[in-house]
Nanobody
Framework: QVRLVESGGGLVQPGGSLRLSCAASGSIFRINDMGWYRQAPGKERELVATITSGRSTDYADSVKGRFTISRDNDENTVYLQMNSLKPEDTAVYFC???????????????WGQGTQVTVSS
């Protein structure tokens, strides 16, 4: 099995910073793209940022200039540095990975269980 485990969420004041981490483990042949998504109360899950195995990145317009996605050299861990946080950033943040497992053919999506980020004074 493939598992993704997020950490780093919490409560922060507006203008503050948090750093989220996501570690992948299991029977993995290769991890291709990784990314962060978020879901606020009453809203659909939305893309926050993605990073490819070649380190190409993409961001939602709402977080450009404030958030930075990065990836360890072993390509098993992805991070999201969140600066200048706003109340509208409050959501559950989910890690996503596109994985080529040993057992299965082709690429498959895997998701973490999510970590809560709350921005409030």
């Amino acid at each position: 099995q493939v598992r993704l485990v997020e950490s780093g969420g919490g409560l922060v004041q507006p203008g503050g910073s948090l750093r989220l981490s996501c570690a992948a483990s299991g029977s993995i042949f290769r991890i291709n793209d990784m990314g962060w998504y978020r879901q606020a109360p009453g809203k659909e899950r939305e893309l926050v940022a993605t990073i490819t195995s070649g380190r190409s990145t993409d961001y939602a317009d709402s977080v450009k200039g404030r958030f930075t996605i990065s990836r360890d050299n072993d390509e098993n861990t992805v991070y999201l540095q969140m600066n200048s946080l706003k109340p509208e950033d409050t959501a559950v943040y989910f890690c996503n990975a596109k994985v080529r497992p040993y057992i299965l053919s082709g690429e498959h999506d895997y998701w973490g269980q999510g970590t809560q980020v709350t921005v409030s004074s």
